[in-house]
């Protein structure tokens, strides 16, 4: 298969997955669990998500396999028979394809073997991307890279809650392949040619004092106040957005924001590949950057993890040099 269809294949796999994370979503509003700490429910959601999308590439295209966040392991104790069947509901699929599906993602390229031709080409998947957003009826996203040769060749990136001008109802899907741009699709949809949708591209500001800023909501996963010190720096003079998840790639991806800031709150903490593939695919895609703090590109050959990378830098492109060097100054 080649990259078109199989980002074909991620598109609707990726849509099939966020109307799932959309009806557990609304379920808990209406029962009123939203914000109340009960982990439960977004729970299911990783799970029926990662089994919906493994689920359907394993249809389309059964050769690849998936670098996925989740694992069947907790599923599969007796204790936990309630969370699976729950989660075998949303997911639309009996209880033992559900957990054959979401262990199709647990493919380890770091400790395949040296011929093993399955590190060629696979998927790298996070489920549910800012499960702290989902909690709150806030953004997360669906994100689904496509890795080939250790760089990150194509992506599929849905934001269900992510507003989008010209369009009533929030959510959308961005979808790229390496060298064919970046387009945008509704989430509801069935033509899913990665090339039908409408072509997204970043901003072009390189004033650094109107440069708009987004980074994560949470203060454990970015370093709030070294990048409240570096906008101060660029001569910005409204602090940066905060918004959970990938979603702020997209933001930047379709030029509502200028620049992501994703600053280490401590040394050794180290990114996940699925956390950046879809995103940094998307963005590249529309024109933008994306480096480590340092200034490095990021290096997705290491396996599940970034490991030679710190932190991460994504901006429309023109800004990106200034940026890092005020995130260079700010970390000191
Ligand atoms: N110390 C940390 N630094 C950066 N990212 C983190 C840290 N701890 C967890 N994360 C990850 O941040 C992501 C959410 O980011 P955001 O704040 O942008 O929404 C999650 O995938 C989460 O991983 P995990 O799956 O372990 O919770
Ligand atoms: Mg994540
Ligand atoms: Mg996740
Ligand atoms: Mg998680």
């Given at each position: 298969m080649n990259r078109d269809e199989l980002i074909e294949a991620g598109l609707e796999a990726v849509r099939a997955a966020c109307k799932v994370c959309v009806r557990v979503q609304a379920d808990l509003v209406n029962a009123g669990t939203l914000e109340k700490g009960d982990k439960?429910?977004?729970?299911?959601?990783?799970?029926?998500?990662?089994?919906?999308?493994?689920?359907?590439?394993?249809?389309?295209?059964?050769?690849?396999?998936?670098?996925?966040?989740?694992?069947?392991?907790?599923?599969?104790?007796?204790?936990?028979?309630?969370?699976?069947?729950?989660?075998?509901?949303?997911?639309?699929?009996?209880?033992?394809?559900?957990?054959?599906?979401?262990?199709?993602?647990?493919?380890d390229p770091a400790t395949a073997g040296d011929d093993d031709p399955r590190k060629d080409r696979y998927w790298a998947l996070d489920p549910i991307d800012g499960t702290k957003g989902f909690l709150r009826g806030e953004q997360y996203a669906v994100a689904l890279g496509l890795i080939e040769g250790g760089e990150v060749v194509g992506g599929v990136l849905g934001c269900p809650n992510l507003a989008v001008d010209g369009q009533d109802e929030p959510g959308v899907v961005l979808v790229a392949v390496k060298g064919a741009g970046a387009y945008r699709h509704p989430v509801e949809g069935t033509d899913h040619d990665p090339h039908h949708g409408r072509k997204i591209a970043v901003s072009e500001r390189s004033v650094p004092g109107v440069l708009r800023v987004c980074e994560s909501v949470e203060s454990g996963h970015t370093k709030q106040d070294a990048a409240a010190e570096v906008v101060r720096m660029l001569g910005v003079t409204a602090d940066p957005v905060r918004m959970d998840s990938q979603a702020k790639y997209a933001a930047v991806a379709m030029g509502v924001a200028d620049a992501y800031l994703r600053l280490p709150t401590r040394?050794?903490?180290?990114?996940?590949?699925?956390?950046?593939?879809?995103?940094?695919?998307?963005?590249?895609?529309?024109?933008?950057?994306?480096?480590?703090?340092?200034g490095r590109r990021l290096d997705f050959s290491k396996g599940r993890g970034l490991d030679n990378n710190r932190g991460v830098i994504a901006t429309n492109g023109p800004c990106h040099a200034e940026v890092v060097a005020a995130v260079g100054r700010a970390l000191g």
């Open positions: 439960s429910p977004v729970t299911v959601a990783d799970f029926a998500s990662q089994a919906v999308v493994c689920g359907i590439l394993a249809e389309r295209c059964p050769d690849l396999v998936v670098v996925g966040e989740e694992g069947s392991e907790e599923l599969r104790t007796g204790e936990h028979r309630d969370l699976l069947g729950r989660v075998a509901v949303h997911a639309g699929m009996p209880a033992e394809e559900a957990i054959e599906a979401i262990d199709r993602g647990s493919f040394p050794g903490y180290v990114e996940r590949i699925w956390d950046h593939a879809a995103g940094v695919a998307v963005l590249e895609e529309a024109g933008g950057t994306v480096t480590d703090v340092d």
